[in-house]
C-alpha cells in the first residue's frame, strides 16, 4: 500500500494569485500523477511527473497553468497559477505500486481549492 | 480507447437495502478493475479491486466479480448502512504500448436513508 500526504488539504483563493499543492509519499515511487477533480465530476489526469525530468502533460494542459516539480522519489509539488473560479477543483495526487497489471492506485486525501 | 461505464446516479435507498452499483468497461486487453469510494468531503480511497477473469474482489462487506464474458464489475453490497453514503468510482488500468492507461467512470452517488 501508499500513504500519500498533501498539503493544504483545503484553501480560499483570491483570482490572480497562484498555489502550490505539496505531496509526500510514504515510499519510493518512479511515477506520481495529478489529477483534478471538478464539483460534480470525476477525475481528470493533469499530469505524470517523473523524477528527473520534466512532468507529461496530458491533453489541455500546460506548464505554464501548472507546473510540476518532482525533487525526489517520495515528493512532488504542483502549482496552480494564475487562479480563475474555473479552477476551483479537488486536486488529487496519485501512485501506482505493485506489478504489471496488479498495479494499484492509490490517493491522497486531496486538496480541495475555492477561487474567489 | 478503454472506458468505464458506471450507472447513474444518485442511488437512493434504505438501510438494509440490497446495493448494486453496475460498471461495465471496454479495453483492448486484460485490465484490472476497481472500485473506489470518495466519502462527503474526502479523497478517493481504493475498496476493492480484481486483476484477472473471475476474481471476486471484497472488502467492508462490498463485493464485485471481475466478469470478462460480461465485460462487468458490478458492486454488490448485501445490506447498506447510512456510513455506506458516498460516491463510488470505478475504474480500470490497463498496459496499452508500454505505459499504464487508467480509465475512472464518471462516479456513482449513493445515498442511503435511516
Known amino acids: 500500500s501508499a500513504v500519500i500526504s498533501q498539503k493544504p488539504s483545503r484553501d480560499i483563493c483570491q483570482r490572480g494569485t497562484s498555489l502550490t499543492i505539496q505531496c509526500q509519499v510514504d515510499?519510493?515511487?518512479?511515477?506520481m500523477f495529478w489529477y483534478r477533480q471538478q464539483p460534480g465530476q470525476s477525475l481528470t489526469l493533469i499530469a505524470t511527473?517523473?523524477?528527473?525530468?520534466?512532468?507529461?502533460?496530458e491533453s489541455g494542459f500546460v506548464i505554464d497553468k501548472f507546473p510540476i516539480s518532482r525533487p525526489n522519489l517520495t515528493f512532488s509539488t504542483l502549482t496552480v497559477s494564475n487562479m480563475s473560479p474555473e479552477d476551483s477543483s479537488i486536486y488529487l495526487c496519485?501512485?501506482?505500486?505493485?506489478?504489471?497489471?496488479?498495479?494499484?492506485?492509490?490517493f491522497g486525501e486531496g486538496s480541495w481549492l475555492t477561487v474567489v | 480507447g478503454d472506458s468505464v461505464t458506471q450507472m447513474e446516479g444518485p442511488v437512493t435507498l434504505s438501510e438494509e437495502a440490497f446495493l448494486t452499483i453496475n460498471c461495465t468497461y471496454t479495453?483492448?486487453?486484460?485490465?484490472?478493475l476497481f472500485w473506489y469510494v470518495q466519502y462527503p468531503g474526502e479523497g478517493l480511497q481504493l475498496l476493492l479491486k480484481?486483476?484477472?477473469?473471475?476474481d471476486k474482489g471484497s472488502n467492508k462487506g462490498f463485493e464485485a466479480t471481475y466478469r470478462k464474458e460480461t465485460t462487468s464489475f458490478h458492486l454488490e453490497k448485501g445490506s447498506v448502512q447510512v456510513s455506506d453514503s458516498a460516491v463510488y468510482f470505478c475504474?480500470?488500468?490497463?498496459?496499452?504500448?508500454?505505459?499504464?492507461?487508467?480509465?475512472f467512470g464518471t462516479g456513482t452517488k449513493l445515498q442511503v436513508i435511516p
Open positions: 496519485s501512485v501506482r505500486k505493485g506489478p504489471g497489471a496488479g498495479n494499484t492506485i492509490y
Open positions: 479495453a483492448t486487453g486484460y485490465p484490472s
Open positions: 480484481a486483476t484477472k477473469a473471475d
Open positions: 515510499s519510493q515511487v518512479t511515477m
Open positions: 475504474a480500470l488500468i490497463e498496459n496499452s504500448g508500454g505505459y499504464q492507461k487508467v480509465t
Open positions: 511527473a517523473n523524477q528527473g525530468s520534466e512532468a507529461t502533460y
